[in-house]
C-alpha cells in the first residue's frame, strides 16, 4: 500500500490517547526530553570554540568574544527563530520538519522540490541521531580523567558499557525511567547555573559578553580563523530542533516557559562561568566546564554529567523512531517493524531495525574518533542543515498558509538563513576532518529514500496501467455471474478505482465471488491524528462491492480491524469472524526499460523483500489473512 501525501485532508480533533497533562507535569517533561540535547553543549562548546584561538595563545578579548557568540548564538536561533516565531508554525499541535513538510504540501501540492527537501531533512535528522550519542557520553565519561588520570583508558570502555544498555533496553520500553528524565535534568540546569553564577565573580569583565559588538569585532578582528571558530560555536545550539520536533508532546506553553525561566538563563550563567574562570585562570581551557566544580564534587558532577548526557542520548533515540514512523506513513520508507512499548502512553514505539542502525553507527563513531574533541568535528554539519531546511519550510509556510506577503515572509526568515549558511559553511571545512560522517550516512538514507518513493510511484503507475476499472468489472460480473462463496472478501489497494489485483486472481483461479466485496483503501493524510468520526468514508459501488476509505495521520497506527468496527457502526454489513482479507504479494522482476537504472530497480526489489508484513503492519488477525501471489516486472 502506498501512502499518499497532498491530498486534501479532514478536519482533526484531539485524540484522547493524546490528551494534555497538567501544564507543571508537561513542563516538567519538557525540560527532560526537549533540552537534553542542547542541555550538555557546555561540556564541551566553550572548549573547542577557543581551542583555535589558543594556539598562539589566548587574551581577554578573544575569550569575551567567544563567549558572546555562544551567548547571541541561542538568543537569535533558539530563542527568537525557534521559541517565538517557528513554535507558531504547528500542525494541529505537532511539530518537526515533516509535520512542516505536511502543511506546506497541504498548501502548495504533493510537489517533487518539497518530497526532496522532506527527503534531505530526515536523513540529516539521521546524522544527528547517531553523533549525539556519541559526543555526549563521550564528553561526560572524560571528566573521569580529572578525578583521576589512571581512569585515562578507560574512558571508551566506560563509554561503551553506558552505551550498550542504552540501546538494548530500547525493546522493554523506557515509560518507567521516563518519569525520572525531567527531575534529573532539572538538577542538571539547577547545578550548572549554579556553577557559573559562583565563577562570575572571578573576573566580572566577562559580563561584557552580553554586548553583542564584542561577538562581531571579534569575526571581523579573525577573518578567515573566525569562520573557523563559528563552526564550534555552533555546537552550544545543537539539540535547538527539538524545540520544534517534540512541540506535540509537551505543547508551546511548557516548552516556552521551560526555555525562557530555566534553561536559557542555565545556559547563559554556565558560559559565562566558564569564560570567567578561562580569563582568570587560562590553564583551565583543559576542560572548563569539570574545572568550575569543587575537588569533592568533582566525582558526583560527572555521575550527574553522565546521566544527564544518557538522557540526552534517549530523547533523540526516540526522537528518531517517531520520525522513522512519520516517514513510513508519509511514504518515504518501506514498512518497518514497529513495536508498541508502552500499553498506555501513546507514541511509545521501538523501531529494530532504526536502533540497530544507530547503536552500529553510535560504536564506530566511538572508537573511530576517541574523544569529544575529535567527534565535536564531526557534529554540526547535519544540524545546520536541518536548520536551513527548516528554515526554508517556514518560508513557504508563512508565504503560502499564513498568507504573508513574499516580502514580509523572507523578511522574517532571510535574517536567520544568513546566519544558519555561515554556520553552515564553517561546518562544510570540518568534513575532512570527521563532518564526513553524518554527510556520508544522510547521503545513503537520502538516495535510499529517493529510491523508494520513485519506484513506489512506478509501480504505482504501472499496475494503474495494466489494471482494469472496478466499475468495468462489476458490469462484466453482473452479466456472468460467477459463483459466489458465503461471508466478505476484503481487498486493500492503492488505487480504489480499479480492480484489485488479488480479487483479478482470485476471480482467476478459485472462480468465485464472495457474497460482500469491500475494496478497501487506506491513505495517510497531511495531519498527525484523524478524528475517528472522520476515519472510515464509504460508498455502495453495486450490490456487489463496497469502496472503503480509512484515513489516517501520519502519527497514528494504521489499525483496520479497529477501524472497521467504526465503519460497522456506519452501517458496514460484516462479521470479522466470517471475513477474509486478501493482500497481493508481488514477486518484482526487474527490467531496464522500468525508468529507473537496473541497478536502482534491484536496490528498490531489496527494500520492498525487506518491508514489514502487510497484515502486521495494519494489525490483520492473521488467521483471515489470504495472499494472492503475482509476478511485476519493475
Known amino acids: 500500500m502506498s501512502s499518499q501525501i497532498g491530498i486534501e485532508q479532514p478536519t482533526a480533533r484531539p485524540d484522547p490517547s493524546h490528551a494534555p497533562s497538567g501544564f507543571w507535569t508537561l513542563l516538567l517533561g519538557s525540560i527532560g526530553v526537549v533540552y537534553g540535547d542542547i542541555g550538555t553543549s557546555p561540556l564541551y562548546a566553550l572548549r573547542e570554540a577557543l581551542v583555535h584561538s589558543a594556539s598562539d595563545g589566548l587574551v581577554d578579548s578573544e575569550v569575551i568574544g567567544v563567549v558572546s557568540m555562544l551567548i547571541w548564538a541561542l538568543t537569535l ?58 559526543i555526549s557520553v563521550l564528553s561526560a565519561v572524560e571528566g573521569l580523567k580529572l578525578v583521576t588520570p589512571a581512569l585515562n583508558d578507560w574512558v571508551l570502555p566506560i563509554t561503551t558499557a ?84 517534540d512541540m506535540g508532546h ?22 559565562l562561568g566558564q569564560g570567567s574562570l578561562i580569563l582568570a585562570r587560562p590553564e583551565t581551557l583543559e576542560n572548563p ?66 536502533n540497530a542502525m544507530l547503536f552500529i553507527g553510535v560504536m564506530v563513531l566511538v572508537w573511530t574518533f576517541e574523544s569529544s574533541a575529535r567527534l565535536a568535528s564531526a557534529y554540526g554539519i547535519a544540524v545546520t542543515g536541518n536548520m536551513v ?12 498558509c499564513w498568507k504573508w506577503s513574499v516580502w514580509l515572509s523572507a523578511l522574517a526568515i ?77 481487498y486493500l489497494t492503492s488505487d480504489p478505482e480499479t480492480a484489485p489485483s488479488a480479487l483479478m486472481h482470485n476471480l482467476k483461479h478459485n472462480g468465485v465471488l464472495h457474497e460482500r466485496n469491500i475494496i478497501m483503501t487506506i491513505r495517510v493524510e497531511n495531519v498527525p491524528r484523524v478524528a475517528p468520526a472522520d476515519r472510515v468514508v464509504m460508498e455502495e459501488v453495486s450490490e456487489l462491492f463496497t469502496r472503503v476509505l480509512l484515513t489516517f495521520g501520519y502519527m497514528e497506527e494504521p489499525n483496520v480491524p479497529k477501524a472497521l468496527s467504526l465503519a460497522k457502526k456506519k452501517g458496514l454489513k460484516f462479521e470479522i469472524m466470517s471475513t477474509s482479507f486478501f493482500l497481493s504479494r508481488r514477486a518484482f522482476r526487474p527490467v531496464a526499460t522500468s525508468g529507473m537504472p ?37
Do not use: C
Open 77 to 134: 536561533i533558539v530563542t527568537v527563530k525557534y521559541v517565538l516565531l517557528i513554535l507558531n508554525a504547528d500542525n494541529n499541535g505537532e511539530g518537526g520538519t515533516l509535520s512542516l513538510l505536511a502543511l506546506t504540501q497541504k498548501a502548495l501540492g504533493k510537489q517533487s522540490f518539497l518530497v526532496v527537501i522532506g527527503i534531505i531533512g530526515a536523513s540529516l535528522f539521521y546524522g544527528d541521531a547517531v553523533i549525539t550519542p556519541a
Open 414 to 490: 532571510i535574517p536567520f538563513l544568513v546566519i544558519e549558511f555561515i554556520f553552515l559553511g564553517s561546518n562544510l571545512l570540518k568534513v575532512l576532518d570527521g563532518g564526513y560522517a553524518p554527510l556520508a550516512l544522510a547521503a545513503v538514507l537520502s538516495f535510499l529514500m529517493w529510491t523508494w518513493v520513485r519506484g513506489t510511484r512506478i509501480v504505482y503507475d504501472k499496475a494503474r496501467r495494466e489494471s482494469i476499472a472496478l466499475d468495468d468489472l462489476t458490469r462484466m460480473l453482473e452479466r456472468s455471474k460467477p459463483m459466489r462463496a458465503r461471508g466478505t472478501a476484503v
Open 389 to 400: 531546511i527548516t528554515s526554508i519550510l517556514a518560508f513557504l509556510f508563512l508565504w503560502k
Open 162 to 245: 553506558i552505551l550498550i544498555p542504552l540501546f538494548f533496553v530500547q525493546s522493554r520500553g523506557t515509560g518507567q525511567i521516563a518519569t525520572y528524565f525531567g527531575p534529573i535534568t532539572l538538577v542538571w540546569f539547577v547545578v550548572m547555573g549554579l556553577l557559573g553564577l559562583l565563577h562570575i565573580g572571578d573576573r566580572p569583565d566577562i559580563l561584557h559578553a552580553l554586548n553583542p559588538l564584542n561577538a562581531v569585532t571579534f569575526v571581523i578582528d579573525h577573518g578567515w580563523m573566525a569562520l573557523i571558530i563559528i563552526g564550534s560555536v555552533f555546537l552550544a545550539i545543537t539539540g535547538a530542533e527539538a524545540l520544534y520536533a
Open 289 to 354: 566546564f569539570y574545572l568550575m566544580a569543587p575537588d569533592w564534587a568533582l566525582l558526583p558532577l560527572v555521575i550527574l554529567a553522565t546521566m544527564a548526557t544518557v538522557i540526552a542520548s534517549q530523547a533523540v533515540i526516540t526522537g528518531a523512531f517517531s520520525l522513522t514512523q512519520q516517514a513510513i506513513q508519509l511514504g518515504l520508507l518501506p514498512r518497518l517493524e514497529v513495536r508498541h512499548t508502552s500499553e498506555r502512553q501513546f507514541g511509545q514505539i521501538y523501531i529494530p531495525k532504526v
Open 250 to 271: 509537551f505543547g508551546r506553553k511548557p516548552i516556552r516557559v521551560a526555555w525562557i525561566g530555566l534553561v536559557f538563563p542555565a545556559l547563559a550563567l554556565n558560559y
Open 598 to 634: 537496473l541497478w536502482q530497480d534491484k536496490l528498490y526489489i531489496s527494500m520492498a523483500i525487506s518491508a514489514a508484513d502487510m497484515s502486521d503492519f495494519y494489525s490483520l488477525p492473521t488467521n483471515r489473512v489470504v495472499e494472492m501471489g503475482q509476478q511485476f516486472s519493475l
